[in-house]
């Protein structure tokens, strides 16, 4: 589902993003020319380590970037065949919360701790449903029971709560005016494995109940195998590999995408030392010339070196940004 | 999920140690030099010190330049207002104000200077003992703290300057007591939020010495709020010895403190506004340049300080 | 609050105690004759132990509320400190309105509008304000509108006119204090995980800042606030010097000067005693807006009430 050319009939089109924090006088590369679609109730993983871009992926579709040290420097973004990114602030502003949401990693930390709980969720609704304070209410309150959070709880703060049912709130807080996209950054990174299940299980519910289509990210492959149907690999800010879920996951090509498979330990198998990626990622005030992963490839060649490396179509709908990917196949 | 036929990427490698270093805050012998550095490149930090470095200068070196020697009276040239042989005018006894300023220069500085070292030694002491030493000390030590600052600190400083008296070493003990509590809390809560940060356990746990783990990870971690806090306590002493000295306590006329000068001005106002302006003028511009110099502090110490 | 209050008295008793100078000498002046000075010592128990003279000025203050007896006017040192203390605190209070008044909101806007031209203007102003010793700027001031301009009086009380330049003089380092503090408190807060969820959520800016942003400072700042106060009565000490306002500070340094002890002792403990009152306001105020620690007032009433 990935077009370069200016089909953009997908509920989701990020065409050639390219987005520059500026801190003193460096200027941070953080995305680099991303491209994608994504379909009306599907959900696409972004992977890539710390640092890669998802999250400036994830903001710059929301427009909730920090203004002063980010810059959108080119691209266009078309949900439903309007390019959001070049709206006026007062109509995304409409987009935001009804249309589109996003969920983020601490959960400790995403809600106002001088609010209660249900009037944050109220606020969300009656600023989008123009609805009185008290129906705003009680769509929160329900919002929060379906999120497992009891009616006699709705009227705690936040630092009454824990980690997970924290969480539970900032999901609710999303979901309340059924948006069309969700966007959700690392949800369950902060949070214990038991409840990570129970957090990805109950998104996963709301989501199909509305039919909500999703960007996860995530640097958990295990996460993404059970909740995702395509998965863009980044890298540097660069998608480097984007398929449907079997594609990357049964056969991934792109090195650096073979490299994050590899360093998962087998649990069948006894191993004394993990396998890791050689090398660190780049500096994005520093990226290397030609691809970005050069440097930690073994399989470089001089002509990775020079010139940026396009995206090429190895199968139907399973893409890779690799000049060797010819001989990488087979 | 199998792994594809190319695999190349993963080398068999111990749990990189590279990146923990990355991530780390632990501040090296050298990143003083780093704070210094960066500190030079703040435009804000490099007007502030050479300002305060020039009235320094000037201050010590003030017999050597002074056009006057800051006692001789001219009975010809009293309330002379500024002009080409008197840069800053005289005051009611004829003294060239330029001169007497510069040698006040020797009073005022010196007196924010002493002072703040003062605070700093009991502050420091006393803060790492409380931070280190935790439960009863610290209860107590906290107890005693939060009855000193129960008043305001000038209020406290008069209270000492009116028991120990006028003068300069007065001033400086008044000055520096009152300092004190404030610097035993910034040092105090500094080691506190150190103690707790997981690379001071980890050092534990590779079994470093109690001692090691005092020099190296903890004091220099500490100590950089508590140098923003010193650089402050020096512009504030300087404005509070000029506050004691206008109020009678303090240093008193006919030294040339720069409060003191104010002091003795500040009947004449009404014709003779500019024995006045100078002083008052002098003042600012000092705390002005320290002000700059202690935020720009602030700022390049700032990031490491992030939590 | 009361432990400390009583702790302060102390302090300044035991600061006071050890004064060089004979009181008795002080008090019936040069030319008394040692009899006379012993007699009035024993009189007023200045012989006593150091803990005997503690207790005795302990129990006057609090059950008696007796300060002592000014020997310069032979009045009763409470009498004079609450003839002048509403003068004080007029000073004060105005103070601290156009301290805060002035002070957060510039300091809110350069907060949001950083870097801009607005930020820089305002960081300069404070930090020349904060760099300028008050009285200088009160006498300046004085210059200014009563000399030059003769617009507002230059000394002595009357009407709202006398106050307005004390307050001035006495807010200048407050607001510059105010608005460094403010706005640094308010750039943490913009940049906070929930100030990003409020603003995902597609709420308005300005409604961002002020249901979100503005309540998270306010209770960050209200402890500064007091401490910023505690500067501004200290302040208010040297200005009425020099606006010749009879109030709390004038007096005491009238004392200091004529070494008047008593009254000295008298002023400090009575404005120790103010500062700590209006610290147990600010700590009732911050305990009220910050509903993490209201709820714990309310848990722990309730647990109580359950055990009952």
């Given amino acids: 589902m990935m077009n370069h050319n200016s089909d953009t009939s997908a509920f989701l089109s990020v065409r050639d993003v390219v987005v520059e924090y500026t801190s003193g006088d460096k200027i941070l590369h953080a995305v680099n020319g991303v491209s994608f679609d994504l379909e009306k109730g599907k959900t696409l993983g972004l992977v890539g380590e710390t640092g890669a871009g998802k999250t400036s992926i994830a903001k710059t579709i929301i427009r909730i970037l920090p203004d002063p040290p980010a810059k959108v420097r080119s691209g266009e973004i078309y949900l439903n065949g309007e390019d959001i990114l070049h709206i006026s602030e007062s109509a995304m502003r409409k987009l935001r919360g009804k249309i589109i949401s996003m969920i983020f990693q601490d959960p400790m930390t995403a809600l106002n701790p001088v609010k209660r709980v249900v009037d944050q969720i109220a606020e969300v609704i009656s600023e989008h449903c123009h609805t009185s304070k008290s129906d705003a209410r009680l769509r929160a309150v329900e919002m929060l029971k379906k999120v497992g959070i009891a009616e006699d709880r709705s009227r705690e703060y936040p630092h009454q709560f824990s980690g997970g049912m924290k969480q539970r709130v900032v999901i609710a807080m999303a979901l309340a005016c059924n948006p069309d996209l969700l966007l959700a950054d690392e949800p369950t990174t902060a949070l214990d494995v038991t409840i990570q299940a129970q957090v990805l299980e109950m998104i996963k519910e709301l989501k199909t109940e509305n039919h909500t289509s999703m960007i996860l990210i995530t640097h958990d492959l295990g996460i993404v195998a059970e909740n995702c149907d395509y998965v863009a690999v980044v890298y540097a800010g660069q998608i480097v590999e984007y398929g449907s879920l079997e594609d990357v996951f049964d056969h991934p090509t792109h090195p650096y995408t073979i490299g994050l498979f590899g360093s998962m330990p087998d649990l069948s198998t006894n191993i004394e030392r993990l396998a890791a990626i050689a090398g660190l990622p780049p500096d994005p005030t520093n990226l290397p010339e030609g691809c970005s992963f050069h440097p930690r490839c073994c399989k470089a060649t001089d002509a990775c070196k020079k010139g940026a490396v396009q995206m090429e179509e190895i199968s139907k709908g399973h893409f890779c940004r690799c000049c060797n990917t010819k001989s990488l196949e087979g | 999920m199998q792994s594809n036929s190319v695999n190349c990427a993963n080398e068999s490698s111990p749990i990189l140690p590279n990146r923990l270093q990355k991530k780390s805050n632990v501040k090296h012998a050298s990143s003083g030099d780093l704070v210094f550095q960066t500190l030079l490149k703040k435009k804000g930090a490099l007007v502030g010190i050479v300002i305060v470095l020039s009235l320094i200068l000037l201050a010590i070196f003030a017999p050597l330049i002074s056009p006057y020697s800051y006692t001789a009276l001219n009975a010809k040239a009293v309330f002379a207002p500024p002009s080409w042989q008197h840069l800053f005018g005289c005051d009611e006894l004829g003294r060239d104000i330029l001169t007497r300023l510069m040698y006040g220069g020797r009073y005022s500085i010196s007196i924010g200077i002493l002072s703040t070292l003062v605070s700093t030694l009991g502050g420091i002491l006393l803060g790492s003992i409380a931070g280190f030493f935790g439960g009863k000390v610290d209860l107590i030590l906290m107890r005693i703290l939060d009855i000193f600052q129960a008043l305001p600190s000038i209020l406290f400083a008069i209270l000492i300057a009116t028991v120990l008296g006028p003068g300069f070493n007065m001033t400086v003990l008044a000055l520096g007591i009152s300092g004190i509590p404030g610097i035993v809390r910034t040092m105090r809560a500094s080691i506190l939020s150190i103690r707790k940060i997981d690379f001071v356990e980890a050092a534990v746990s590779i079994n470093c010495t109690n001692s090691r783990i005092i020099w190296k990870y903890i004091v220099p971690n500490a100590i950089t709020p508590v140098l923003v806090s010193i650089s402050n306590n020096v512009s504030q002493a300087v404005i509070q010895a000029a506050g004691l000295s206008y109020i009678g306590l303090g240093i008193q006329p006919p030294s040339p403190e720069w409060g003191a000068m104010l002091s003795a001005g500040r009947n004449y106002i009404l014709n003779h506004p500019h024995l006045v302006l100078f002083p008052g003028l002098i003042i600012m511009v000092f705390v002005l340049a320290f002000n700059l110099f202690s935020d720009a502090l602030r700022d390049a110490l700032d990031p490491k300080l992030k939590k | ?308």
């Fill in chain 3, 1 to 308: 609050m009361i432990p400390v209050i009583l702790g302060v008295t102390i302090l300044i008793f035991t600061l006071m105690f050890f004064i060089p100078g004979d009181l008795a000498g002080i008090v019936l002046g040069p030319t008394a004759t040692e009899a006379q000075k012993q007699a009035y010592r024993l009189a007023n128990g200045l012989n006593d132990p150091y803990i005997i003279q503690l207790g005795r000025y302990l129990s006057n203050v609090f059950f008696h509320l007796n300060f002592g007896t000014s020997y310069i006017q032979g009045t009763s040192v409470l009498s004079d400190l609450l003839e002048r203390f509403p003068r004080t605190i007029t000073i004060a209070a105005g103070t601290v309105v156009v301290g805060f008044g002035i002070g957060i909101p510039i300091g809110i806007l350069a907060a949001v509008k950083q870097d801009k031209l607005f930020d820089r203007i305002a960081l300069a102003v404070s930090l020349i304000g904060i760099s300028m010793p008050a009285f200088w700027l009160a006498i300046l001031l004085v210059l200014l509108f009563s000399v030059q301009l003769n617009w507002l009086p230059s000394q002595g009380i009357g009407g709202v006119q006398y106050y307005i330049l004390p307050c001035l003089a006495n807010a200048a380092a407050g607001i510059a204090g105010n608005i460094r503090l403010t706005r640094s408190c308010m750039l943490e807060v913009i940049r906070t995980d929930y100030v990003t969820t409020a603003r995902a959520k597609g709420i308005s800016e300005t409604k961002v800042l002020i249901r979100h942003a503005l309540p998270n400072v306010m209770i960050n700042i209200v402890t500064a606030m007091g401490m910023l106060f505690g500067a501004m009565l200290g302040g208010t000490i040297i200005i009425e010097n020099v606006y010749s306002i009879p109030g709390i500070g004038a007096y005491m340094v009238k004392s200091i000067n004529s070494r008047d002890y008593t009254a000295v002792e008298g002023s400090v403990v009575f404005l120790a005693i103010v500062f700590g009152f209006v610290m147990l306001v600010v700590d009732l105020v911050y305990a009220w807006i910050d509903p993490r620690i209201k709820a714990q007032y309310s848990e722990f009433r309730r647990s109580k009430a359950n055990a009952k």
